[in-house]
């Protein structure tokens, strides 16, 4: 057998979004969203709890209504 290894699981770091852009456009402009960013930061942006599979970077450009979370 081996010798005991500890490993420590630290909690994710609280994600927060913003905007300089309106939130309530028409048909045809978007809202550019902008997650916190930091050191070894990824992303995975979803719409109404489903997965945006473009949005992997720090910002996305939101085209249509929902609710955005990343």
């Known amino acids: ?3 005991p290894l500890v490993v ?3 909690p994710a770091p609280g ?3 913003s905007t300089t852009d309106p939130t ?3 048909q045809g402009d978007s ?3 902008q997650a916190q960013t930091g050191t070894g930061y ?3 942006w979803f719409r109404n709890s489903q997965i ?3 949005g992997t970077s720090s910002q ?3 085209l249509t209504t929902g609710a955005y979370t990343v």
Do not use: E, H, K, M
């Open 31 to 33: 809202a550019l969203l």
């Open 60 to 62: 996305l450009n939101a």
């Open 24 to 26: 309530v456009f028409c």
């Open 8 to 10: 420590t699981v630290n």
């Open 52 to 54: 945006i599979a473009t």
């Open 15 to 17: 994600a927060s979004i």
């Open 42 to 44: 990824s992303y995975q």
């Open 1 to 3: 057998t081996s010798a």
